[in-house]
C-alpha cells in the first residue's frame, strides 16, 4: 500500500442528481421549483459531508503513518503550467464559462 499521499486538489468528485426531461417537464411549476430548491440544499449538504469525510479520512491515514504533503505554490504553478494545453483543449470543447465557474468555485473551496 501507498505510505504517501501529495494534496494536489485536481480531483473533484460529485455526485450528480439526474431526473428525466419527460418526468420534470410533467411537473407543475410550483413542484419543479420543490424539486430544485430540494436539489440545491442536497448539494449543499452533499458537500459538506463530503469534506467531513475527506478530512476525516485524512487523520486516519496520518494516524496509520501515511504521510501527506502539501505542494508548494510553485509546485503547484509548475503543475498547472504542465496541464495548460489539456486546460486549453477542454475549455474549447466544453465552454471557457464552464471551465472558469468551476476554477472559482475550487479557489473558493481553497480559500477555506
Known amino acids: 500500500m501507498q505510505k504517501y499521499l501529495t494534496k494536489t486538489g485536481h480531483v473533484y468528485t460529485p455526485f450528480v442528481l439526474l431526473a428525466s426531461q419527460k ?30 469525510a475527506a478530512e476525516d479520512l485524512e487523520q486516519e491515514l496520518v494516524a496509520k503513518g501515511f504521510q501527506i504533503i502539501e505542494p508548494t505554490p510553485e509546485a503547484l504553478a509548475a503543475m498547472r ?15 471557457v464559462d464552464l471551465v472558469e465557474q468551476a476554477r472559482g468555485a475550487m479557489a473558493a473551496v481553497a480559500s477555506k
Do not use: C, M
Open 81 to 95: 503550467e504542465r496541464v495548460a494545453p489539456v486546460v486549453q483543449e477542454y475549455s474549447e470543447k466544453i465552454g
Open 23 to 52: 418526468w420534470f417537464g410533467s411537473l407543475s411549476d410550483e413542484d419543479k421549483a420543490l424539486v430544485t430548491e430540494a436539489a440545491k440544499e442536497s448539494a449543499k449538504f452533499q458537500r459538506e459531508v463530503s469534506r467531513k
